[in-house]
């Protein structure tokens, strides 16, 4: 069965602090992996795509990288802001037409003063 | 552009009341999703539509119907609705030939 997991499940830093979450997965055969950002009360949305040729794929102060041979993958944020709380979920597609995806539990950020 | 729309955004029913969720998109886009986001699991998949007249089942489709109106509108209908249908149920959409999905901005159901 086709499984993503995350770690930490939350985790709450210091406003400037810079932080690193993990993704762990069983899907085969992988097609892409998605880190999407949810803010509470909403939908998630897309922080970066990669395929199985890409190892690193940045979106502003967020860096994804994708290890394929051991099936992990990490977000890391820079200099974090106060904005960046919210829940972080890696989910991964075993096929192109990404009508089957398989979603992570999602990591709780919370970012203090 | 609105992108994904859903209404209502809250709900509450009785067991074994019916009800249908709206979605909506204005991107024009040929793909349309609907999941359902409970504690501690990953969203899951209930049904979805490559386009216009089509529906596939996803991973955990009883309990519910969908209909695909038009290009713009996907709705999810809970006939007999059941405590265990207690959920956030997000709508999501896609262009053909691109993985990214776009979600809207869920429904909060409670069954008591």
């Known amino acids: 069965k086709n499984q993503v997991e995350q770690s930490p499940q939350s985790l709450i830093i210091l406003e400037g602090k810079n932080c690193t979450l993990q993704c762990n997965y069983t899907v085969s055969p992988f097609s892409n992996l998605r880190w999407y950002k949810q803010d509470t009360g909403r939908g998630p949305v897309s922080l970066t795509i990669m395929t199985f040729s890409e190892n690193t794929k940045s979106n502003g102060r967020y860096t994804a990288t994708l290890d394929a041979d051991t099936k992990q993958s990490s977000l890391h944020i820079t200099a974090s802001q106060l904005s960046d709380s919210a829940s972080y979920i890696c989910?991964?597609?075993?096929?192109?037409?990404?009508?089957?995806?398989?979603f992570g539990t999602g990591t709780r950020l919370q970012v203090t003063l | 552009n609105a992108g994904v729309t859903q209404t209502p955004k809250f709900q509450v029913l009785k067991t074994g009341q019916s009800m249908t969720l709206q979605c909506a998109q204005d991107?024009?886009?040929?793909?349309m999703y609907w999941y359902r986001q409970d504690p501690g699991m990953g969203l899951r998949l209930i049904y979805y539509?490559?386009?216009?007249?089509?529906?596939d089942k996803g991973e955990v489709p009883n309990g519910y119907n969908v209909s695909r109106l038009n290009k713009r509108e996907f709705s999810l209908r809970l006939e007999s609705a059941a405590p265990s249908q207690t959920s956030v149920y997000f709508c999501a959409s896609r262009k053909d030939l691109v993985v990214e999905q776009f979600f809207g901005p869920g429904t909060r159901l409670t069954v008591l």
């Open positions: 991107m024009n886009h040929n793909s």
């Open positions: 539509s490559a386009s216009e007249g089509t529906t």
């Open positions: 989910v991964v597609s075993d096929h192109g037409t990404a009508s089957k995806l398989t």
